[in-house]
């Protein structure tokens, strides 16, 4: 059983469009991270989100948790060829480790 | 900007081998994590180091790895006898609080091993 699920695997749009990628697990987090990674590359921190319904925003994108700490969403709003990479929800423990989950490929087709 | 670097970017080895990963942390930072990504599979955690002394291992760091941090600088991975099943991308990352808020990690751009 995978402890944290992404969803879509892959997903491939226009430029321009928007799209929500979603984390989601059964467990119940006190922190979760977004992390994109570019091929040939390590993965970069986008955003900690630690509140319950907690929103953030990084320009174009929106970043969610969950009420129940459970889950989180990542908007992209008009999305841009730049934006193309493989995003990672990733939840730390105890500033030991991170736990990554599955992650979302994504393409924006200019 | 710091950054995290790792050398070589790609290791071909025979099976049995033993290869050694290096990584040079950011220079203020005080925790330091090995990462492995197989190809087309999640990330996945396998050690955290601190104060010099293993913190942390997953059940994937068994007696054939081993890390080391040799001259202040350097982070090393160490894989014994390596397997077909140890190719994978390896990252290395360090991370410069402990406590309060997670930390933000920064990874290496990675070691690609491949193991023949």
């Known amino acids: 059983t995978q402890l944290l699920e992404q969803s879509p695997q892959f997903l491939s749009i226009q430029e321009g469009e928007n799209l929500t990628v979603y984390c989601n697990s059964s467990s119940v987090f006190s922190s979760l991270q977004w992390y994109r990674q570019e091929p040939g590359e390590g993965p970069v921190l986008l955003v900690t989100v630690v509140t319950g319904g907690e929103v953030k925003k990084l320009k174009r994108l929106t970043f969610q948790f969950g009420d129940a700490r459970k889950d989180s969403s990542l908007h992209i709003t008009a999305a841009q060829p730049g934006d193309t990479g493989l995003y990672l929800c990733g939840v730390p423990f105890g500033n030991e480790k991170l736990t990554f989950g599955t992650g979302t490929r994504l393409t924006i087709i200019p | 900007e710091p950054e995290v670097t790792q050398t070589p970017s790609h290791q071909v080895t025979q099976m049995g081998q033993e290869v050694i990963l290096r990584c040079v942390p950011i220079s203020n930072h005080l925790y330091f994590y090995w990462y492995r990504q197989i190809l087309g599979q999640k990330v996945e955690f396998l050690v955290s180091?601190?104060?010099?002394?293993?913190?942390?291992k997953s059940e994937i760091f068994d007696d054939q790895f081993s890390v080391e941090r040799p001259d202040g600088s350097n982070f090393t991975l160490k894989i014994r006898s390596t397997k077909l099943e140890d190719s994978a991308m390896y990252f290395c990352?360090?991370?410069?609080?402990?406590?309060?808020?997670?930390?933000?990690?920064?990874f290496g751009p990675g070691t690609r091993l491949t193991v023949l």
């Open positions: 180091f601190y104060n010099n002394e293993i913190s942390e």
């Open positions: 990352a360090s991370s410069v609080l402990r406590g309060g808020p997670p930390p933000e990690q920064f």
